[in-house]
């Protein structure tokens, strides 16, 4: 029997993160496992029957602040420099979202200055003793009738709640902007993989130190295996078989289209707030930069509440369910939790890189994620 230092389950940013760090820089022995029979976890994309570029479960766009994490996965891949533009349709017109100067002057028929519309902002805020839930923060910055055009029931499709039920997290994670910036994220390094996601986790796996056991669900094979240690990506309820209860998910189907027409909408995503049983419409081109002359390939996105688990709900009974299941992770001896799934936390990629370098960083007694992301182990 094979005997491995570490095994990871999970292909993903995290588990594949940690099985690159451990291999190459650790000289460890890692076996890599995913019950999906692709590495790369959500962010996996392909070429369609078209040889158009789409992702499989939906657009994913790669954005941080952190140099650590951009120069860490710079590694596997060149970068196409790509700033992420989403439009809402609202009441027949397409707006910017988050929203923007732009947004209110064309949905009002105003022509507000930036200082006007702080000033109106202020009129139309709803104040809030303690803002807790994802309407309070949206109801006070923007008032009431923003926040019905734009969030409840784009909120109540995605999530199966309204925001006034959801953690403030949810919203938060949207800024308002009072200027004509309508670019949907504001971090430092705004980028996509040049040749695509997969290509860039296929280069972080290729080594002789990790094996990869693709279409195996860990559960089946778990007591033939011989590790020292366990990294787990996977759902934390799961890995304890529900002890507790199910932590509950959104889940998400994807309806991938080609059409015969060179572009089919102005921008990547368009939201849907309030019309359509899906939230949102992608065409990848806008974000890989292939061109196609006469096709283009489209995902309409529909959340459900059953399904592979994408997104942990923020919600105070969950939070307090997953806190019973983090006390039982805590006490695995070479046992080690992480990513979204792994800490039931709505992380976005570059956080769970930098969650993964981070872990790293312990299991090597580094000094610093930039260690953890760039140096050899001493005492490999």
Not at 2 to 7: C, G, L, M
Not at 167 to 172: A, C, G, I, Q, Y
Not at 175 to 186: K, L, Q
Request: with cysteine.
């Amino acid at each position: 029997m094979q005997q491995y230092d570490f095994a990871i389950v999970g292909a993903g940013y995290a588990g594949s993160v940690l099985a690159e760090r451990l291999a190459r820089q650790s000289g460890k022995k890692v076996l890599l496992i995913d019950k999906r029979p692709h590495i790369g976890g959500n962010a996996y994309d392909y070429y369609n029957e078209d040889g158009i570029l789409i992702h499989l479960y939906g657009p994913h766009i790669f954005h941080t602040n952190s140099p650590d994490v951009f120069n860490y996965l710079s590694n596997f891949t060149e970068w196409r420099p790509y700033e992420h533009r989403v439009l809402a349709s609202v009441e027949g017109q397409l707006l910017p979202i988050p929203i923007n100067l732009d947004t209110v002057n064309k949905l009002y028929g105003k022509n507000f200055t930036s200082e006007e519309l702080a000033e109106y902002f202020k009129t139309v805020g709803e104040p809030v003793d303690e803002i807790k839930t994802s309407e309070d923060v949206v109801v006070s910055q923007v008032g009431r009738d923003l926040y019905e055009k734009f969030f409840k029931n784009y909120t109540k499709k995605q999530w199966g709640v309204y925001p006034s039920e959801l953690d403030k997290s949810v919203t938060s994670r949207i800024p308002t902007r009072t200027n004509r910036d309508d670019r949907y994220f504001g971090d430092e390094f705004q980028s996509m993989p040049l040749h695509g996601f997969t290509k860039m986790f296929e280069k972080m796996v290729d080594h002789p130190n990790i094996t990869l056991m693709l279409s195996t669900d860990f559960k089946d094979v778990k007591d033939s295996l011989s590790y020292d240690q366990l990294i787990y990506t996977g759902p934390v309820d799961e890995y304890f078989d529900h002890c507790y209860g199910k932590l509950p998910y959104r889940s998400l189907r994807f309806e991938h289209q080609t059409l015969n027409e060179e572009w089919h909408q102005p921008v990547a995503v368009v939201n849907y707030p309030n019309d359509h049983a899906y939230t949102r419409v992608t065409e990848y081109k806008h974000l890989t930069g292939q061109e196609h002359p006469t096709k283009t390939s489209i995902t309409f996105e529909y959340p459900q509440a059953e399904g592979d688990p994408y997104y942990p709900v923020p919600m105070p009974e969950n939070a307090e369910l997953y806190r019973r299941y983090k006390q039982l992770a805590d006490q695995q001896e070479n046992v080690h939790f992480v990513g979204r799934l792994g800490t039931y936390r709505y992380y976005n990629m570059d956080q769970v890189v930098a969650q993964a370098l981070t872990l790293y960083k312990k299991l090597i007694g580094a000094d610093s994620l930039a260690e953890a992301a760039t140096s050899k182990n001493p005492a490999a």
